[in-house]
């Protein structure tokens, strides 16, 4: 049952005698006949209900919310999927990471299907508690159609991946390579080590997207391909390590804009904890003053204006986490409790960031003294400037909630996302994120088909009154600079001496 391992995958339909391949393909899951309200759009066919067989077996105790809502802390915590109640306490070997804590004492329903393929619902088994009480599976409307939604993107192939398109963007990513290294080995000169750095920087930013498709499983059906063309394309190419990069993005899109639930927890999005150097909201920017940090506030009163230079040693910043997270110097971002845990694909992750350097510094010692400084800079500075700006138009400035504020999946997706409007040229710079929204929604939807998914949410969000928003990149970085002084001038108001 499930998506079956390369090799083992039926043929397509329509496809007379079609060998087995790795490209992702829907393949119907096992499925009780009939859905219950609790579980309809889980990812069975045409919103039929997928369980586990195991713990259809078992018959566990009534258990409330209320009780479940007690259980939610990473030592204590119990969850819900599917209308069943699932203990998983103190899970530190959860393949996702310490993600699975985001949702203690919680409904996970709509974010565990976000993430998992049908596979992991057996794995739930052992950790099954008992049933939720009747009177706490009730759905919401705006849950009800967001799983028929779900069902609908499944029913109509739209998380299959086109292998002409990834062929085409990774030759097209190469080449960008390719174009830096002639500047270096085959022309000569300032000039072109210059025009070098920027196609660099360029090649990493196009890295980054394409590093992202795979490692959220939009491309390939077997996960460990996945992760190996992560190894390459974000490792070696982009100097990210994997397991790094998936720690924190898998946390942020589950808990997209949310803030932790107290210092250290590690259960918010971590791609807001910018403290001392940005304060996304008002209540960031009061523990700030906490606090006899003169730098720290230096840059809330600054914030705006120092954002774009921030951007420009993003980079090198995410270098540093990354080569400190595999090579367990130190983590910026990890709970204690990950610091000596092994890394899941081992000796690979030190090969691959070793490879990346090896290939960089190789190309560098080409060049001059001064060349080679400049070339340094400009692509780090330049790439981190491209990626922060496309990704930073799709949250910053959005709403920012308090962790007991928390909305439905749903509404957190949508109410902290920002849309970009634009042309083909607009699509390839943001790397398909143009259609942050439906990303959110669908994280293993590929990008060529995100546009047809977002013709489906625009209408749903209307029906519901959940506010859609969509703009240029130009308004869209200028709402997040004015948000930044926005969150200023709030804070002067409290703090006239700040």
Known sequence: PGRRACGG??????????????????????????PSPATMGLGGKDGTTLRSRKAGTKDGRVVSMEEVAKHNTPEDAWMVFGGRVYDV???RDHPGGRIIFTHAGQ???????????????????????????????????????????????????????SPAYYVFKCASNLAILAGAFYLVLGVGGTAAVAGAAALVALFWQQCGWLAHDFLHHQVFDNRAIGDWFG?????VGQGFSVEWWKDKHNTHHAVPNLLESSDDAHDGDPDIDTMPLLAWSLEMARKATRTDSAVGRFFLKH??????????????????????????????????DTSLKPLHLGFREHAGLLLHYLWYFGL??????AQAVLFFFASQMLCGL??????????????????????????????????????????????????QVEHHLFPNVPRHNLHIVRSYVEPLCKKHNIPYHSTSITRGTIEVLQHLADVTTELIQDFPGL
């Open 9 to 34: 995958r039926r043929p397509r339909r329509g496809t007379r005698g079609a060998s087995p391949n790795h490209w992702r393909t829907r393949v119907p899951w096992t499925v009780e006949a009939s």
């Open 89 to 91: 306490s103190d899970w």
């Open 107 to 161: 409904d996970c329903t709509d974010a565990f299907n976000a993430f998992h393929p049908s596979s992991a619902v057996d794995t739930m088994a052992k950790f099954y508690v008992g049933e939720l009480a009747p009177e706490d599976r009730k759905l919401t409307a705006v849950e009800r159609d967001y799983r028929a939604l779900r069902a609908r993107v499944r029913r109509e192939r739209l998380d299959v991946a």
């Open 231 to 235: 190894l390459v394309i974000g490792n």
């Open 303 to 336: 914030q705006a204006f120092l954002y774009f230079p921030i951007l420009l040693v993003a980079r090198m910043s995410w270098l540093l986490q990354s080569f400190t997270f595999v090579f367990r110097t130190g983590d910026v971002w990890a709970a204690p």
């Open 364 to 369: 560098m010692t080409q060049m001059s003294a």
């Open 386 to 435: 491209l990626l922060a700006v496309a990704f930073g138009v799709g949250h910053n400035g959005m709403a920012v909630y308090e962790a007991d504020k928390k909305p439905d999946f749903l509404t957190l997706q949508i109410t902290t996302t920002r849309n970009v409007d634009g042309n083909f040229l607009v699509g390839w710079f943001m790397g398909g994120l143009q259609n």
